[in-house]
Nanobody, 121 residues
């Protein structure tokens, strides 16, 4: 599966953004989809993930209560709604596909290009 992320941008603290990740390939609905982020000088972090049906999700502590992941298998797209953004959310965000469970950080087999999210204070 090939992935294409979009929706990043510059937003003020407290604002919102919705990231989208469009996939090509007929097996999209078989995959767990995850959103990772990586800020300069920091390790890559799994922010959120959703299983193939949308019935199981994972959120990092930093994302709980502010971010919401969803997917539309008919459109081969996964979304990350990010609210109450903070400067520390600034990073390049990547979508990725896995055959594992949402809470697992390993097993991601396909990655999209990143989209930059910058939150100003």
């Amino acid at each position: 599966v090939q992935l294409q992320a979009s929706g990043g941008g510059l937003v003020q603290a407290g604002g919102s953004l919705r990231l989208s990740c469009a996939a090509s390939g007929r097996t999209f609905s078989s995959y767990t989809l995850g959103w990772f982020r990586q800020a300069p000088w920091k390790e890559r972090e799994l922010v959120s993930a959703i299983n193939w049906s949308g019935s199981d999700t994972y959120y990092a502590d930093s994302a709980k209560g502010r971010f919401a992941i969803s997917r539309d298998n008919a459109k081969n797209t996964v979304y990350l709604q990010m609210n109450s953004l903070k400067p520390e959310d600034t990073a390049v965000y990547y979508c990725a596909a896995s055959l594992g469970l949402p809470e697992s950080m390993v097993g991601y087999v396909s990655w999209g290009q990143g989209t930059q999210v910058t939150v100003s204070s």
